[in-house]
């Protein structure tokens, strides 16, 4: 009787299976942080274009010539966007939080008020966002919306001029972007703490937003006085 011959593989030893499972879990660990940096950085981005396309939209109406009410009479203003990263009123603008207004004039019978290319909103009594939908405007309440930002990602702060080149934004500062028609020229006022007066001679300003998971992550949004817009 012919004898059959058994052949016998042989399989990993546990020193090749513990190998090969390291490998694995190093290869998994590079692409989750990977995943998560690339997550981080993919949010601050479009955190940065959504700003820079509200300060578009407010170039936008203001060349438009986008119509207002206020106080029976339908004018033309000029139109802004309204940071402050240390403020915390509803409508006041916030870390979290910026303001598209409508830059009213005081005498809005008078064709030679351009508006004081500021935000003006009632700091006197304590409105909430209902006070900021566009239907009750005036040189004291110039809210038209506020543009609320979801996630953990923020407004770190705001710059101007040479300031803006290191990304080292001021987070007690407070900048207005106003455009009037029918020029896409930018208007700035900027303030080193928000009850300051407007800084003179600004050509350019940022803002500057940064990642919540990795702060080491930030975008800067940079307007010029000739209102040009670009995220860098």
């Known amino acids: 009787m012919r004898g059959h011959l058994l052949k016998y593989n042989r399989g990993m030893t546990l020193v090749e299976l513990l190998v090969v499972l390291s490998i694995f879990a190093i290869i998994s660990m ?30 936008g109406y203001a060349m438009g010539v986008k119509s207002v009410s206020t106080a029976g009479s339908s004018i033309f203003p000029g139109y802004g966007v309204h940071f402050s ?6 409508i006041s603008g916030s870390s979290k939080s910026f303001i598209l207004f409508a ?19 009632p700091v006197s009594a304590t409105p909430d966002q209902s006070a900021c939908d566009g239907s009750v405007l005036g040189s004291d309440n110039e809210c038209i919306s506020v543009i609320t930002i979801s996630g953990g990602d923020k407004i ?16 007690n500062g407070s900048l ?21 007066s407007c800084a003179p001679e600004i050509s350019s300003v940022g803002i500057i937003v940064q990642s919540e998971s990795d702060q080491n992550i930030l ?4 307007v010029w006085n000739t209102g040009q817009i670009s995220v860098e």
């Open 85 to 90: 990263p240390s403020g915390s009123g509803p």
């Open 176 to 196: 207005d972007i106003v455009f009037r028609r029918p020029n896409p020229d930018a208007v700035f006022c900027y303030r080193v703490n928000a009850s300051d």
């Open 219 to 222: 975008k800067k949004i940079v």
């Open 156 to 171: 770190l702060g705001v710059c101007a001029n040479s300031e803006c080149e290191d990304l080292t934004p001021n987070p």
């Open 30 to 59: 590079t692409v989750a942080f990977n995943y998560s940096s690339y997550k981080s950085t993919t949010s601050t981005n479009v955190l940065a274009q959504d700003v820079a396309l509200s300060i578009r939209e407010a170039q």
């Open 103 to 121: 830059d009213i004039p005081f005498d809005i019978n008078n064709p030679q008020d351009k508006g004081d290319s500021e935000y003006g909103f």
